[in-house]
């Protein structure tokens, strides 16, 4: 089937079934290899995009679900200022070990802070549940959060 | 108390007496075994070049010039400089979240004199002969190359000073490298490092015994926390390429089903089905390989397909019956009464001083207890997934993978090539801690490869894939023993530690730890104990034993750090002060006289056992976490601390148990001393995540067998620590070394004092022992 996807602000078509997870469509069809597999069943967090803005697991969305929706992935994350910053505060508190959580981790914390600017620790556990980290790297994901919050605020 | 006899040299150890020593040192054993390819008539063998069981003729190596390929110290092979003044240092250790590739950088970059910004990674293919040892693991890779990284930078800096004089026609004296240029003092002319380049390329590179490195004052990266991370701004973009990543033109997407039991085979199949799923291009089977496992691929049948959704579909779509072989009856927890039962008999002693079996008998009262822990998978965030084609009769491989050479090794004796046929791309790993040292997953890629006529493969594993069939950590049941004397500190100590080995992986039937696995932190217990006895059972494997961060060391860590507070807490005494006592004196003790002649592979004379260092980071921890505080009802504080991977580390944790038996860390102190710290930052985060990770397995971790296969199949079944669950504050306290000082590791000695620092303070907190792992329910119907 072919469809008509809106990824990172540019219209791409894909030729894939319908039943195909988003996220074998990125990573496969499109060589957006960003969003990563780790259980691919909604388990671990670490295929998540955004579809209209709110955080996704890819591994559970099929390609019917998000036909003609605005969906970015971690390749654009990059496009807009809450993206940057969390970026920005990820590199500089020094946050990913292994990195391979890190796409879904900032995703999930990009959304976050959309929708919540001034998050609470308790707001950031609800948030960031859904994401897995082997490598540990939870203590400085709570803290870069945090500073990417502040970083946003002085900006403002 | 009686005081221990003889069984340490006090004060420091002499270093004249290093040579004499290390020429009649016995053989010991490495941790890691290296695979070595042979194709042969009979078809394909893989041979031990060395093993647990089999002596290493010949004088005793150390350190780094122990492993396979040694040491490589030569700038042209780690170091380019580029006309554009950038700069590419090349690392031959893969990169796995422990930062190697920054830290390996800035080592050489900052005895070179490089501009930080201007130096790019290049990540070395598999080459042992070229790059030195590549098997990545033991928490080596700063220990062992920090000195030959140094050289290497400080080499290439010198030859650049030469060039520079030369162009000159000045004497080498004159010139001086600095922010990657040379200056001519008298004249104040300078050069570049890229103007230099080609020049400097060209001058003979000086002997490692000429080398002028820097005075650690003059360090400007080394021991500092500001350098970036060479790969963190690939990482939060989503360019950065991991093995799963990997897109080869015409690539074709493999996943296969492989026998659920250890040993089984293929008895008959049906791709009919499979072939009908849209997308699906091919099945093909992949033969097992007779028992023992090694690094070989399992067999099964691999559907491979146009793109890895198709691929998982066709595999649902495969009709397969299995001849499940000889592990099908394994149950682990009937297991769990064999290691029992072995655990509470005489067996294979390890180390021995003074009577402890008669002053057991004879004592009025013995404290006995033993300590459960079950296999674990390391459930790495990227699971296993590599990349093949053959082009022209040459294979390449593109896999995320912590024993390249290794992997080399297999492809080439799997394929029949000779080794010059086969390159090993290195990607980057999405964790590994131990999985991916074996890389059977590879040989599965080169194997497709050659079955669709040098077609580029990748093959994915599913998470499920993944927990069903890792290298587990083994299960372990650990039997203890004490006499107390009048002040509560034992006078005799019985130590059996039923587990299986890593070495059945290796060799068919063999039972029981080795010498490098009961030198995890067993045999070497430092303790003021007159009699002492260290036994191990030999029980059998029927999995694949693989290592598992800090391996063998969690078991022994939980095991010991437990019993010491029942003893503490029986004799009425503080935990923290009793084990201070138990430890005794700061003293420096030659491993040999702890019975231990493995000690990591390292000299004993470079790397004694140090009480000293070990009192000053259970002191530092818990001064540092109030220790001795009064806590309310249900919260509680533990101690634990362990030597691991010549490095001393010790956690106090504080608990609260909620009712229903809710877990809740406000904080973690962890004290630890690794030597001088490279990248303090990055021990740092090793220890964030070790203490993480030993969170993960005391609270969660549980494999468990039934009918031969695995029971658990993704993060549903088999939990991982997830953000809430973190500790509120974990605080990382490094113990301050000078560079004279030798390095430790790094990468796993944070883990093993964190389950027994929890099942501590979760008794300070509740009186509940906790003696099995994972916690899980056991504190469901605690009220608080
Ligand atoms: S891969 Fe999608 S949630 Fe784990
Ligand atoms: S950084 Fe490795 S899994 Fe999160």
């Known amino acids: 089937m072919a469809s008509t996807l809106r990824i990172n602000e540019r219209s791409i078509s894909v030729e894939a079934a319908a039943d195909t997870p988003l996220l074998w469509v990125l990573r496969d069809e499109l060589g957006l290899t960003g969003a990563k597999f780790g259980c691919g069943m909604g388990l671990c967090g670490a295929c998540t995009v955004h579809v209209e803005g709110q955080p996704v697991r890819t591994c559970v969305t099929p390609l019917a679900a998000v036909q003609g929706k605005a969906i970015t992935t971690i390749e654009g994350a990059g496009h807009d200022p809450i993206g940057r910053a969390v970026q920005a505060a990820w590199l500089a508190l020094g946050v990913p070990q292994c990195g391979y959580c890190q796409a879904g981790q900032i995703m999930s914390a990009v959304a976050l802070l959309r929708d919540t600017p001034q998050p609470t620790d308790a707001d950031i556990d609800a948030a960031m549940a859904g994401n897995i980290c082997r490598c540990g790297t939870y203590p400085r994901i709570r803290a870069a959060i945090h500073r990417a919050a502040q970083q946003l605020r002085e900006a403002r | 108390m009686t005081q221990s006899s003889a069984t340490e040299l006090p004060g420091a150890v002499p270093a004249s007496c290093d040579a004499a020593a290390e020429a009649d040192q016995p053989p010991s054993v490495a941790r890691r075994r290296v695979l070595k390819g042979a194709l042969t008539a009979a078809g394909l063998v893989l041979c031990l070049r060395h093993s647990g069981r089999i002596a290493l003729a010949g004088t005793q190596k150390y350190g780094a010039a122990g492993e396979p390929g040694g040491v490589v110290d030569n700038p042209l092979v780690f170091v380019a400089i580029h006309p554009d003044n950038t700069i590419t240092v090349t690392v031959h250790r893969p990169e796995m979240g422990q930062g190697i590739r920054t830290s390996f950088a800035l080592v050489v970059a900052d005895e070179l004199e490089a501009e930080w910004p201007q130096v790019r990674v290049e990540q070395a293919p598999a080459d042992q002969a070229r790059y030195g040892n ?512 010549m490095s001393y580390a010790a956690a106090v944790i504080e608990v609260e148990v909620g009712a229903g038996g809710k877990i809740d860390i406000p904080r973690v102190d962890i004290a630890f001393d690794c030597g001088p710290q490279v990248n303090p930052d990055r021990v740092r985060a090793q220890l964030e995540g070790s203490c993480i990770m030993g969170l993960t397995l005391a609270r969660y971790g549980e494999i468990t067998f039934r009918d031969g296969r695995v029971q658990q199949s993704n993060f549903n079944d088999f939990p991982v620590l997830r953000l809430p669950e973190s500790p509120q504050d974990i605080r990382i306290h490094l113990q301050p070394a000078g560079f004279e000082v030798p390095l430790g590791g790094v990468g796993e000695p944070g883990l093993p004092p964190i389950a027994p620092a929890l099942a501590n303070a979760i008794f300070a907190a509740t009186g509940r022992r906790i003696r099995r792992l994972p916690l899980a329910t056991q504190l469901a119907d605690w009220r608080a």
């Not at chain 2, 033991?138 to 000073?161: C, D, T, W």
């Not at chain 2, 067999?299 to 779509?317: C, D, S």
């Not at chain 2, 000889?326 to 008999?345: C, I, K, M, W, Y």
């Not at chain 2, 078991?555 to 019993?563: D, L, P």
Request: glycine share 10%; charged share 25%; aromatic share 8%.
């Open chain 2, 134 to 645: 590549q098997d990545t693991d033991g928490s080596r890779s700063m220990r062992h190359f920090f000195e030959p990284m140094r050289r290497v930078g400080a080499a290439a800096r010198m030859m650049l000073e030469s060039a520079a004089a030369a162009r000159w026609g000045v004497p080498v004296s004159e010139v001086v490298a600095e922010h990657q240029q040379v200056w001519h003092h008298g004249s104040g002319r300078k050069l570049t490092y890229g103007e230099l380049a080609v020049q400097a390329a060209r001058e003979p590179v000086p002997e490692a015994d000429r080398v002028r490195l820097k005075r650690p004052d003059q360090f400007r990266y080394i021991g500092k926390s500001s350098s970036r991370l060479i790969d963190g701004a690939d990482i939060v973009a989503g360019r950065a390429r991991y093995g799963i990543d990997t897109r080869l033109e015409g690539m074709l997407y493999a996943v296969v089903a492989r026998p659920a039991v250890l040993g089984g085979k293929l008895a008959h199949y049906d791709a009919q089905a499979a072939l009908a799923v849209p997308g699906v291009v091919r099945v093909v089977e992949i033969p097992s390989h007779p028992l023992p496992a090694l690094s070989y691929p399992l067999g099964g049948v691999a559907v491979l397909a146009r793109n890895t959704w198709a691929a998982i579909k066709g595999r649902e779509a495969l009709k397969i019956r299995w001849d499940e072989g000889p592990n099908g009856h394994f149950d682990s927890q009937r297991f769990e009464t064999v290691l029992q039962q072995a655990a509470r008999r005489p067996a294979k002693v390890v180390r021995n001083q003074g009577d402890a079996m008669a002053t057991l008998r004879d004592a009025g009262r013995r404290i006995e207890a033993e300590y459960y822990l079950p296999f674990l998978a390391h459930a790495s965030m990227e699971p296993p997934a590599a990349t093949a084609r053959i082009v022209d009769g040459h294979c390449e491989v593109w896999a995320p993978v912590q024993d390249p050479q290794g992997t080399r090794d297999l492809v080439t004796g799997l394929l029949g090539l000779n080794e010059s046929d086969v390159t090993v791309h290195v990607t980057l790993l999405g964790g590994a801690f131990g999985r991916k040292s074996l890389a059977d997953f590879a040989g599965e890629a080169a194997m497709l490869t050659k079955a669709m006529g040098g077609t580029p493969v990748k093959v994915t594993w599913t998470r499920e894939d993944d927990i069903r069939h890792d290298y587990y950590q083994a299960v372990a049941l650990e039997h203890l023993e004490a006499v107390a004397g009048p002040d509560g500190l034992p006078v005799a100590w019985l130590h059996r530690s039923a587990s299986p080995t890593e070495d059945a992986t290796f060799q068919a039937g063999a039972e029981g730890e080795d010498s490098s696995e009961y030198g995890m932190g067993m045999i070497n217990i430092p303790f003021r104990i007159p009699n002492v006895r260290l036994e191990v059972p030999g029980v059998p494997a029927y999995t694949r034993i693989g290592w598992f961060r800090s391996v063998y060391n969690i078991a022994h860590g939980f095991a010991i750090q437990s019993f010491i507070d029942e003893l503490a807490h029986a004799a009425g005494r503080d935990p923290l002060e009793y084990q201070l006592a138990l430890i005794g004196a700061p003293r420096r003790i030659d491993p040999r006289r702890l019975s231990d002649e493995w000690n990591y592979g390292e000299s004993p004379q470079r790397y004694p056992f140090d009480t000293g260092r070990l009192r000053a980071v259970i002191e530092r921890a818990a001064r540092e976490a109030g220790w001795g505080r009064s806590l309310g009802k249900g919260r509680g504080l533990g101690l634990a601390a362990t030597y691991s991977f």
